[in-house]
């Protein structure tokens, strides 16, 4: 299993230094994501300042973007890379896709399905040059002329993960992903009752089955030496809890641990704006499921025990900030590892 770390948003100014520290400190990839920032500036800079350092998207909106302009994005940083990179794509919601990116969002799971498809035929015609001839429900390629083409990698196979919560996300990963992004909002039962059985479903239709493909989580963690430093670490976390319990897509989850009404009474308080009785609605029981909480010195053991056999990569969901020391990080690479 291998350990990761989120970059979060640092800026670009500070992203190749802070990439080579947690490079030094024994972190095996790093990851950045989509919210107010394009998530492949970062991961340029990061491939830039370090030698072996995986990079990754966690996730890049695939729907805002079509399969060529993707392809080409991630084609020029595998090369700059050398290979290190792994594309993690997510769907996103109707809502974002439609009103904020002004991009088509039907049938999610068969879209993205496709959609991996065709990126597939793109980085072929890349490598091999051959005729472009992806015809899908969704997306084509069929159009290219040499003045497009980058031609050949010493790397050309770029791992792709899709992200979901659901069960026919899961499913569609399986199809035709390489890797799974596992939402920060989950649980061990949950990985283990419905993500992973639904994925070895989609991977069977292929002949694979999910431990064919690479499986990342970034988690909940309540840091702190103290019981009191553990309690203030854990108001953040509880209230980011309680804003993805709020969300539909989460309810399977809620439901699955038997919180069935929880996400509907969080709707309505989102929608009321009151997010301080959001946040003390949500349950301890709900946060022993879905965080871990300890010493830092202690965290490393608890994420092998908990994650083996279900993971093969896990970070803590929040970025180390520029301002830590990395001493301390590096014990807990080092310890991580010595666990297995």
Known sequence: MKIDAELGDIGLGDMEAHAARLEGAGFDGVWTFEAAHDPFLPLLSAAKATASLEIGTNISVAFGRSPFAMAQT?????????????????????????????????????????????????????????????????????????????GPLDHPEIPIYLAGVNERMCRAAGEAADGFHVHPMHSTGYLRDVVRPAIDVGAKTRGKSVDDLCLFAPVFGVLGDTEAERQKAEAPVRQQVAFYASTPNYRALLEYHGFDGLGKELSQLMRQGDTDAMTKLVPDALMDEVAVSGKRSELPAVLRERYDGLLQRVGLYDPIPVADAMAPWADFTTAFKQAA
């Open 74 to 150: 991630a084609w020029d940083l595998q090369k700059f890379s050398g290979g290190r990179l792994h594309l993690g794509l997510g769907t996103q919601v109707r809502a974002h896709v439609e009103r904020r990116f002004s991009m088509p969002f039907d049938h999610p799971a068969a879209r993205i399905t496709d959609y991996i498809h065709c990126l597939r035929a793109i980085w072929n015609t890349f490598q091999t040059g051959a005729k472009p001839d992806h015809r899908g429900p969704y997306y084509q390629f069929s159009l290219i002329n040499p003045f497009f083409n980058p």
